[in-house]
């Protein structure tokens, strides 16, 4: 789960993504996994909860490319014009763990 690094809040990914909708080639980064990681790592976003800045690089490292998939998979989700994000990425993300646990189960023969 994301977590502000300051306050160690928890952070919703499509709040946190939609600061980045302000980057111009926003939607060219989409294309290329590596580009899309670097740009987040070197965002500086704010906490909704105590207003202070922090790098992206500071998030979750698994999660990230998790999100990028999501966002390729989703992308009519992306309200460019109002800069909204409107998917759900928080609990997209907490489906696809509970998908995993579930494959490794059923791959276990449980
Ligand atoms: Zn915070």
Same mark, same amino acid.
């Given at each position: 789960?994301?977590?502000?690094?300051?306050?160690?809040?928890?952070?919703?990914?499509?709040?946190i993504?939609?600061?980045?909708l302000?980057?111009?080639?926003? !939607?060219n980064?989409? !294309?290329?996994?590596?580009?899309?990681?670097?740009?987040?790592? !070197?965002f500086?976003?704010r906490c909704p909860?105590?207003? !202070?800045e922090?790098?992206?690089?500071?998030l979750?490292?698994?999660?990230?490319?998790?999100?990028?998939?999501?966002?390729?998979e989703?992308?009519?989700?992306?309200?460019?014009?109002?800069?909204?994000?409107?998917l759900?990425?928080?609990?997209?993300?907490?489906l696809?763990?509970?998908?995993?646990?579930w494959?490794?189960?059923?791959?276990r023969?449980?």
């Open positions: 789960m994301a977590r502000c690094p300051i306050c160690g809040e928890a952070l919703k990914w499509e709040e993504i939609e600061q980045m302000t980057l111009e080639d926003f !939607e980064l989409l !294309e290329d996994r590596d580009e899309f990681l670097k740009a987040l790592d !070197e500086v976003f909860h105590c207003g !202070e922090f790098w992206g690089r500071a979750d490292r698994r999660e990230a490319p998790k999100v990028f998939e999501l966002l390729n989703f992308k009519g989700g992306i309200d460019y014009k109002n800069g909204k994000i409107r759900k990425l928080t609990n997209l993300l907490a696809d763990v509970m998908l995993e646990e494959d490794r189960k059923v791959g023969g449980i």
